[in-house]
């Protein structure tokens, strides 16, 4: 079986995807990708769909050759982009050899891919893209404030140490 070469060890044909669910929060773990929470969203909206994807396997050297390519190709026809320079500076670090998967989703003129090792867990890089000419879709992204607790403005006054007026005059004094 030819195909059989080209999917990662342990993963079989009839592999059980993950879910955009699953792939969109281990997307959110991965520092290494810059635009993870709007990648993470476009996979978690409603509208995103699996797409059709014959052959999930695949390798770093391949992706790597793909994506080159595709990257001279947006630049020149100026197609919006999301996670392509951290997915290259991802592949450019790994063996050519290694094996991946992986997983296409869409929603109208907009494709996403995410790369793995076969878990869906250990996410190496994924790409949102439009079609030339077409805007990416405004994604929104969650919110990320944290809110003060009484206790954390209590740590925060530890930190504050009394010091009488005179010796607050040294101090400055002694810097200057």
Same mark, same amino acid.
């Given at each position: ?41 476009? +996979? &978690? ?5 699996? *797409? !059709?994807? @014959?052959?999930?396997?695949?390798? $770093?050297?391949?992706?790597? =050759? ?17 996670? +392509? &320079? ?5 592949? *450019? !670090?790994? @063996?050519?050899?290694?094996?991946? $998967?992986?997983?296409?989703? =869409? ?25 030339? *000419? ?43």
């Amino acid at each position: 079986m030819i195909l059989a070469s080209f999917i990662p060890a342990g993963v079989t044909e009839k592999r059980v995807a993950p879910t955009r669910r699953q792939l969109a929060a281990s997307i959110l773990m991965c520092a290494h990708i810059a635009d993870r929470e709007a990648i993470a969203g476009f +996979l &978690t909206d409603p509208a995103t769909q699996v *797409g !059709g994807n @014959p052959f999930p396997g695949t390798s $770093v050297g391949a992706q790597r =050759q793909t994506w080159t390519g595709h990257s001279f190709e947006f630049r020149t026809t100026r197609t919006e982009v999301l996670g +392509l &320079t951290c997915l290259l500076r991802v592949l *450019g !670090g790994l @063996p050519g050899d290694e094996p991946l $998967v992986q997983d296409i989703f =869409q929603s109208g003129p907009c494709r996403a891919y995410v790369y793995h090792f076969g878990d869906g867990c250990r996410v190496v890089g994924s790409v949102l893209h439009a079609k030339p *000419g077409v805007a990416l879709p405004i994604i929104k992204v969650r919110s990320r404030r944290r809110r003060l607790t009484n206790a954390s403005h209590a740590q925060l006054d530890l930190f504050a140490i009394a010091m009488p007026i005179e010796a607050r005059g040294l101090v400055h004094e002694h810097h200057a």
